[in-house]
Structure formats: C-alpha cells, structure tokens
Antibody, heavy 120, light 107 residues
Framework: QVQLQQWGAGLLKPSETLSLTCTVY????????WSWIRQTPGKGLEWIGE???????NYNPSLKTRVTISVDTSKNQFSLTLTSVTAADTAVYYC??????????????WGQGALVTVST | EIVLTQSPATLSLSPGEGATLSCRAS??????LAWYQQKPGQAPRLLIY???NRATGIPARFGGSGSGTDFTLTISSLEPEDFAVYYC?????????FGQGTRLEIK
C-alpha cells in the first residue's frame, strides 16, 4: 500500500518561494507520474504539474513560469518549488501519484495535504 | 483549456435514494474522464476512471457513464458515507482540469 507524505513551510510572505516535498513509501517510484495539485475555496482543484522518474515534466501553463517540479529517485521523493508567491497562491497543496489504468492516467494515491498561507 | 461544468452545485438527498451527478466538458474529452470523492479534511479519492471503470475497492453502487462532452456519475442507493463533494477531471488535453464540484448533502 503506497503512502505519500508531504511537508514544507506553511506560512510565507509575498514574493517568497514555496517549497514542498513529498516522500513515497511502500511502492515503486518508476512507472508512474508524480503530481502536485492545489485546492482553494475560490478556484477549486487546480493541477500544477507532474514529473516521472526520468524527470520528464508537464506543467500547467498558468503557473509554468514560476513552477519547478523535481525528483530524487534515490530518496523516493519529489518536490515543488513555486517562486514569487502572492496571496492568490494560498491553498491546500496535495502531492499525488498518477497511475496508468488501461489507457488513462489517474490520480490514485494522494498525500495528506498541506495548507500554505501567503500573508504579510 | 477544457472547462468542466458540474451540475447541480448541491444535491440534497436521503440515504437509500439514488443520485445522479453531471459533468459537461467544453469540448470532447472522449472517455478521458475521472470522478473523485472528497470528504472534509481529506484528499480526493479516485472513484471512476475512463468514464465508466470503477477504481479498486469502489462499491458497485457507484457507476459512471458518458463520452465526448456529457458524463454522469450515479450512486444507486446512497449510504451515509457517500455524502461528500464529487469532482470530475479530464486528462484528454493539457492542462488537466477539474470541475468545480457537486456537494451531495443529507436531506
């Protein structure tokens, strides 16, 4: 049973850099994509981007200029960096595993979520 | 990007009743459509993938249908634990997008 455990700073000031890391326990790291998704009351669920074990990435164009997702396969970890944050980046951030079922990739395991607040 | 519109925003039903939730895409996503359930304080949980396939461990009372732009999630007989928020999600075209959710509440 795979488990995703995430951590990172929960309170940031505007213009700072958000950094979150997700560790994968109990499962293989290869053969999947590893994704970040955030959730706000106003915009709902927003896909941020994803990476696989070969470090191939896909990003949401709305965030692409500020986002980097990286992977450390030796530690079964992947990380999110979001630069120049504003109050609009305040959200619960989730890491998630993306698994191929048939011909579709789906978010089948999720981290516990981390509230990140951007405030002066 | 593909916009997913869910209806209704809120659905009030009683345990034992059947529920029908809709998701409409702004353009065809063929069958690259998934459904998730989210309870307060929890991450979403995958229910349905590929429009109509139940994920591992999902009870048979949950069913998905549709293709192209119109999709439906049905719950045949509501159990108390089914009252939650439900989201549809497409992966046909990047960026991956989610619907705004349907809240299923106890009447």
């Amino acid at each position: 049973q795979v488990q995703l455990q995430q951590w990172g700073a929960g309170l940031l000031k505007p213009s700072e850099t958000l950094s979150l890391t997700c560790t994968v326990y109990g499962g293989s790291f290869s053969g999947y994509y590893w994704s970040w998704i955030r959730q706000t009351p106003g915009k709902g669920l927003e896909w941020i981007g994803e990476i696989n074990h070969s470090k191939s990435t896909n990003y949401n164009p709305s965030l692409k200029t500020r986002v980097t997702i990286s992977v450390d396969t030796s530690k079964n970890q992947f990380s999110l960096t979001l630069t120049s944050v504003t109050a609009a980046d305040t959200a619960v951030y989730y890491c998630a595993r993306v698994t191929l079922f048939g011909s579709t990739w789906n978010f089948d395991s999720w981290g516990q979520g981390a509230l990140v607040t951007v405030s002066t | 990007e593909i916009v997913l519109t869910q209806s209704p925003a809120t659905l009030s039903l009683s345990p034992g009743e059947g529920a029908t939730l809709s998701c409409r895409a702004s353009q065809s996503v063929t069958t690259y459509l998934a459904w998730y359930q989210q309870k307060p304080g929890q991450a979403p949980r995958l229910l349905i993938y590929g429009a109509f396939n139940r994920a591992t461990g999902i009870p048979a009372r949950f069913g998905g249908s549709g293709s192209g732009t119109d999709f439906t999630l049905t719950i045949s007989s509501l159990e108390p634990e089914d009252f939650a928020v439900y989201y549809c999600q497409q992966r046909y075209k990047w960026p991956i997008t989610f619907g705004q959710g349907t809240r299923l509440e106890i009447k």
